[in-house]
């Protein structure tokens, strides 16, 4: 049989030469992005035509411009003005880890296709729950995102909390979790994949700042068990993600404490925040949680996608899955943790460890609190800038890097400024230069901001605001 592609996919030098063209072509775009010297942050297509582009490039295109056609033809999260979703500008020295875990290609099932990363993961986790307050019975793992964080998070508080065991005869009796209404919609899928169903998500309303509505929960366990819901455990946001505010932690661990439930804290976009001095009290009360969620690949610089589930009791973070109920670690031979498919709902999942520990090994902690407090700071100047300016308004103060508002008209109806704002952030869009999103919050549409990139300055905030009102000038009323 002739090998001679197989012999060419695999030559190290090929590989040299081609890795040496890539970093030096990524090094100039990293050096393009971070200077600001890049003027799109964003080159929009339509997505059939960019289907189109890519099904002409795999035919025709020339294969030495396959990476380059692909760092042009992607959203720039390395420019500052890129604002838009929670996603980092991955650290180069994380980004180089991942190139290292692609090739190495260890799967982590079982411990023997992962010795080091296994490890290595069992030393970041125990360093993330000291961090947060746990004790040295705290447990945890790395697992591919926050939306399977939290599903296994909740499977967990099922476990625990459920008189008997779903895991082997299945739901007797209508379960439920309590949860903000501004709570991340993965909790909610989290829910009706665990078979809770609609009438099993009980939404706690807000407060006019967005966060829970602490002062309901009585009210609305006490009505869940009038409807034969048993409630087993309750979600905090740290923050939302669509508003960026802080749940009240310290509340909602004393209602779980009041009724026996269990405390989950979702703070896949801001549990970060343990790492800063300055913004430490926006999580007060984690270390009361019974699990806790952080991504890796929201606020600590790291390549997507990789999050860290945490528990108080390191019990729950080997029970999961496991096929007996009442599985102890104390009741085993020995704990096991460096055996992960027994642990995460992955049987393989990639060497995501190595993402955490080379930040930690190169910069320490401090490197977490200096880019927090950063994008947090700018988040609150940000919104200052805006409340300074009467073409604007917030949908609410920002306490993180998170930032809400609009472009308002005097003369205009609420519709007409839905459709307004809504016209002006696909003009932006269309344009490249910023690339911002958007969110609608009890009826009204607003453009959001999330400020995830270390070079953006208040300098690049003030030309965005002054992009849109050029925008909604150009828009026209007489289009609204």
């Known amino acids: 049989m002739d090998k001679s592609l197989l012999k060419k996919a695999y030559s190290p030098e090929d590989f040299r030469a081609r890795g040496h063209r890539l970093i030096d072509q990524l090094a100039d775009h990293l050096a393009d992005n971070t200077s600001g010297k890049s003027e799109k ?89 000291k961090k947060i307050g746990f004790d040295t019975s705290s447990r945890g793992f790395l697992t591919s995102g926050g939306t399977l964080a939290n599903l296994t998070a909740l499977l967990s508080a099922r476990k625990a909390q459920v008189g008997h065991d779903v895991w082997i005869n299945g739901h007797r009796e209508q379960l439920g979790v309590m949860v903000s209404e501004e709570a991340h919609y993965c909790i909610d899928r989290a829910a009706r994949i665990m078979g809770l169903g609609e009438q099993g998500i009980i939404e706690v309303p807000v407060r006019t700042n967005y966060s829970m509505d602490t002062s309901k929960l009585d009210e609305y366990y006490q009505k869940a068990l009038e409807d034969g819901i048993q409630v087993f455990a309750i979600v905090g946001s740290a923050p939302s993600t669509a508003t960026g505010i802080y749940d009240d932690l310290d509340e909602i661990s004393n209602f779980a404490q009041k009724y026996d439930l269990w405390f989950h804290v979702d703070g896949a976009h801001g549990g970060a925040a343990i790492f800063s001095k300055k913004y430490g009290h926006t999580v007060k009360g984690i270390e009361l949680a019974d699990s806790v969620v952080i991504d890796g690949h929201k606020m600590m610089m790291m390549p997507i996608i990789t999050t860290a589930l945490l528990f108080k009791n390191g019990n729950h973070s080997h029970a999961t899955f496991s096929q ?157």
């Not at 930690?360 to 940000?382: A, C, P, S, W």
């Not at 306490?399 to 696909?426: G, H, M, P, Q, W």
Request: glycine fraction near 6%; include cysteine.
């Open 41 to 129: 942050t964003i080159a929009w297509n339509l997505p059939e035509n960019e289907r189109e582009y890519w099904a002409d490039f795999l035919a025709n295109g020339d294969q030495n411009t396959f990476f380059q056609k692909v760092v042009a033809r992607t959203t720039h999260v390395h420019n500052p003005k890129y604002m838009g979703h929670q996603v980092a500008p991955t650290a180069p020295i994380a980004a180089l880890s991942g190139l290292v875990g692609s090739l190495l290609n260890n799967g982590m099932a079982v411990y023997e296709m992962g010795m080091s990363s296994s490890a290595i993961e069992r030393i970041v986790i125990d360093l993330l729950c």
């Open 324 to 480: 007996k109920a009442d599985y102890l670690l104390e009741r085993s031979e020995g704990e096991d943790w460096y055996n992960l498919a027994k642990r995460t709902f992955e049987c393989t999942k990639t060497m995501m460890s190595l993402y955490w520990f080379v930040l930690f090994k190169m910069y320490g902690n401090d490197i977490f609190d200096e880019y927090v407090t950063h994008q947090y700071d700018l988040g609150q100047r940000f919104g200052e800038i805006i409340q300074e300016n009467l073409n604007f308004e917030l949908a609410v103060t920002p306490a993180s890097n998170i930032v809400c508002f609009r472009y308002t008209v005097d003369s205009l109806s609420n519709d007409e400024l839905n459709i307004l704002n809504k016209t002006i952030r696909k003009e932006l869009l269309e344009d490249g230069e910023f690339y911002i999103v958007q969110t609608t919050l009890k009826g009204v549409h607003y453009l959001r901001c999330t400020i995830m990139n270390p070079f953006t300055t208040e300098e690049h905030l003030v030309q965005l605001l002054q992009k849109i009102k050029k925008t909604a000038k150009e828009i026209g009323l007489s289009s609204v």
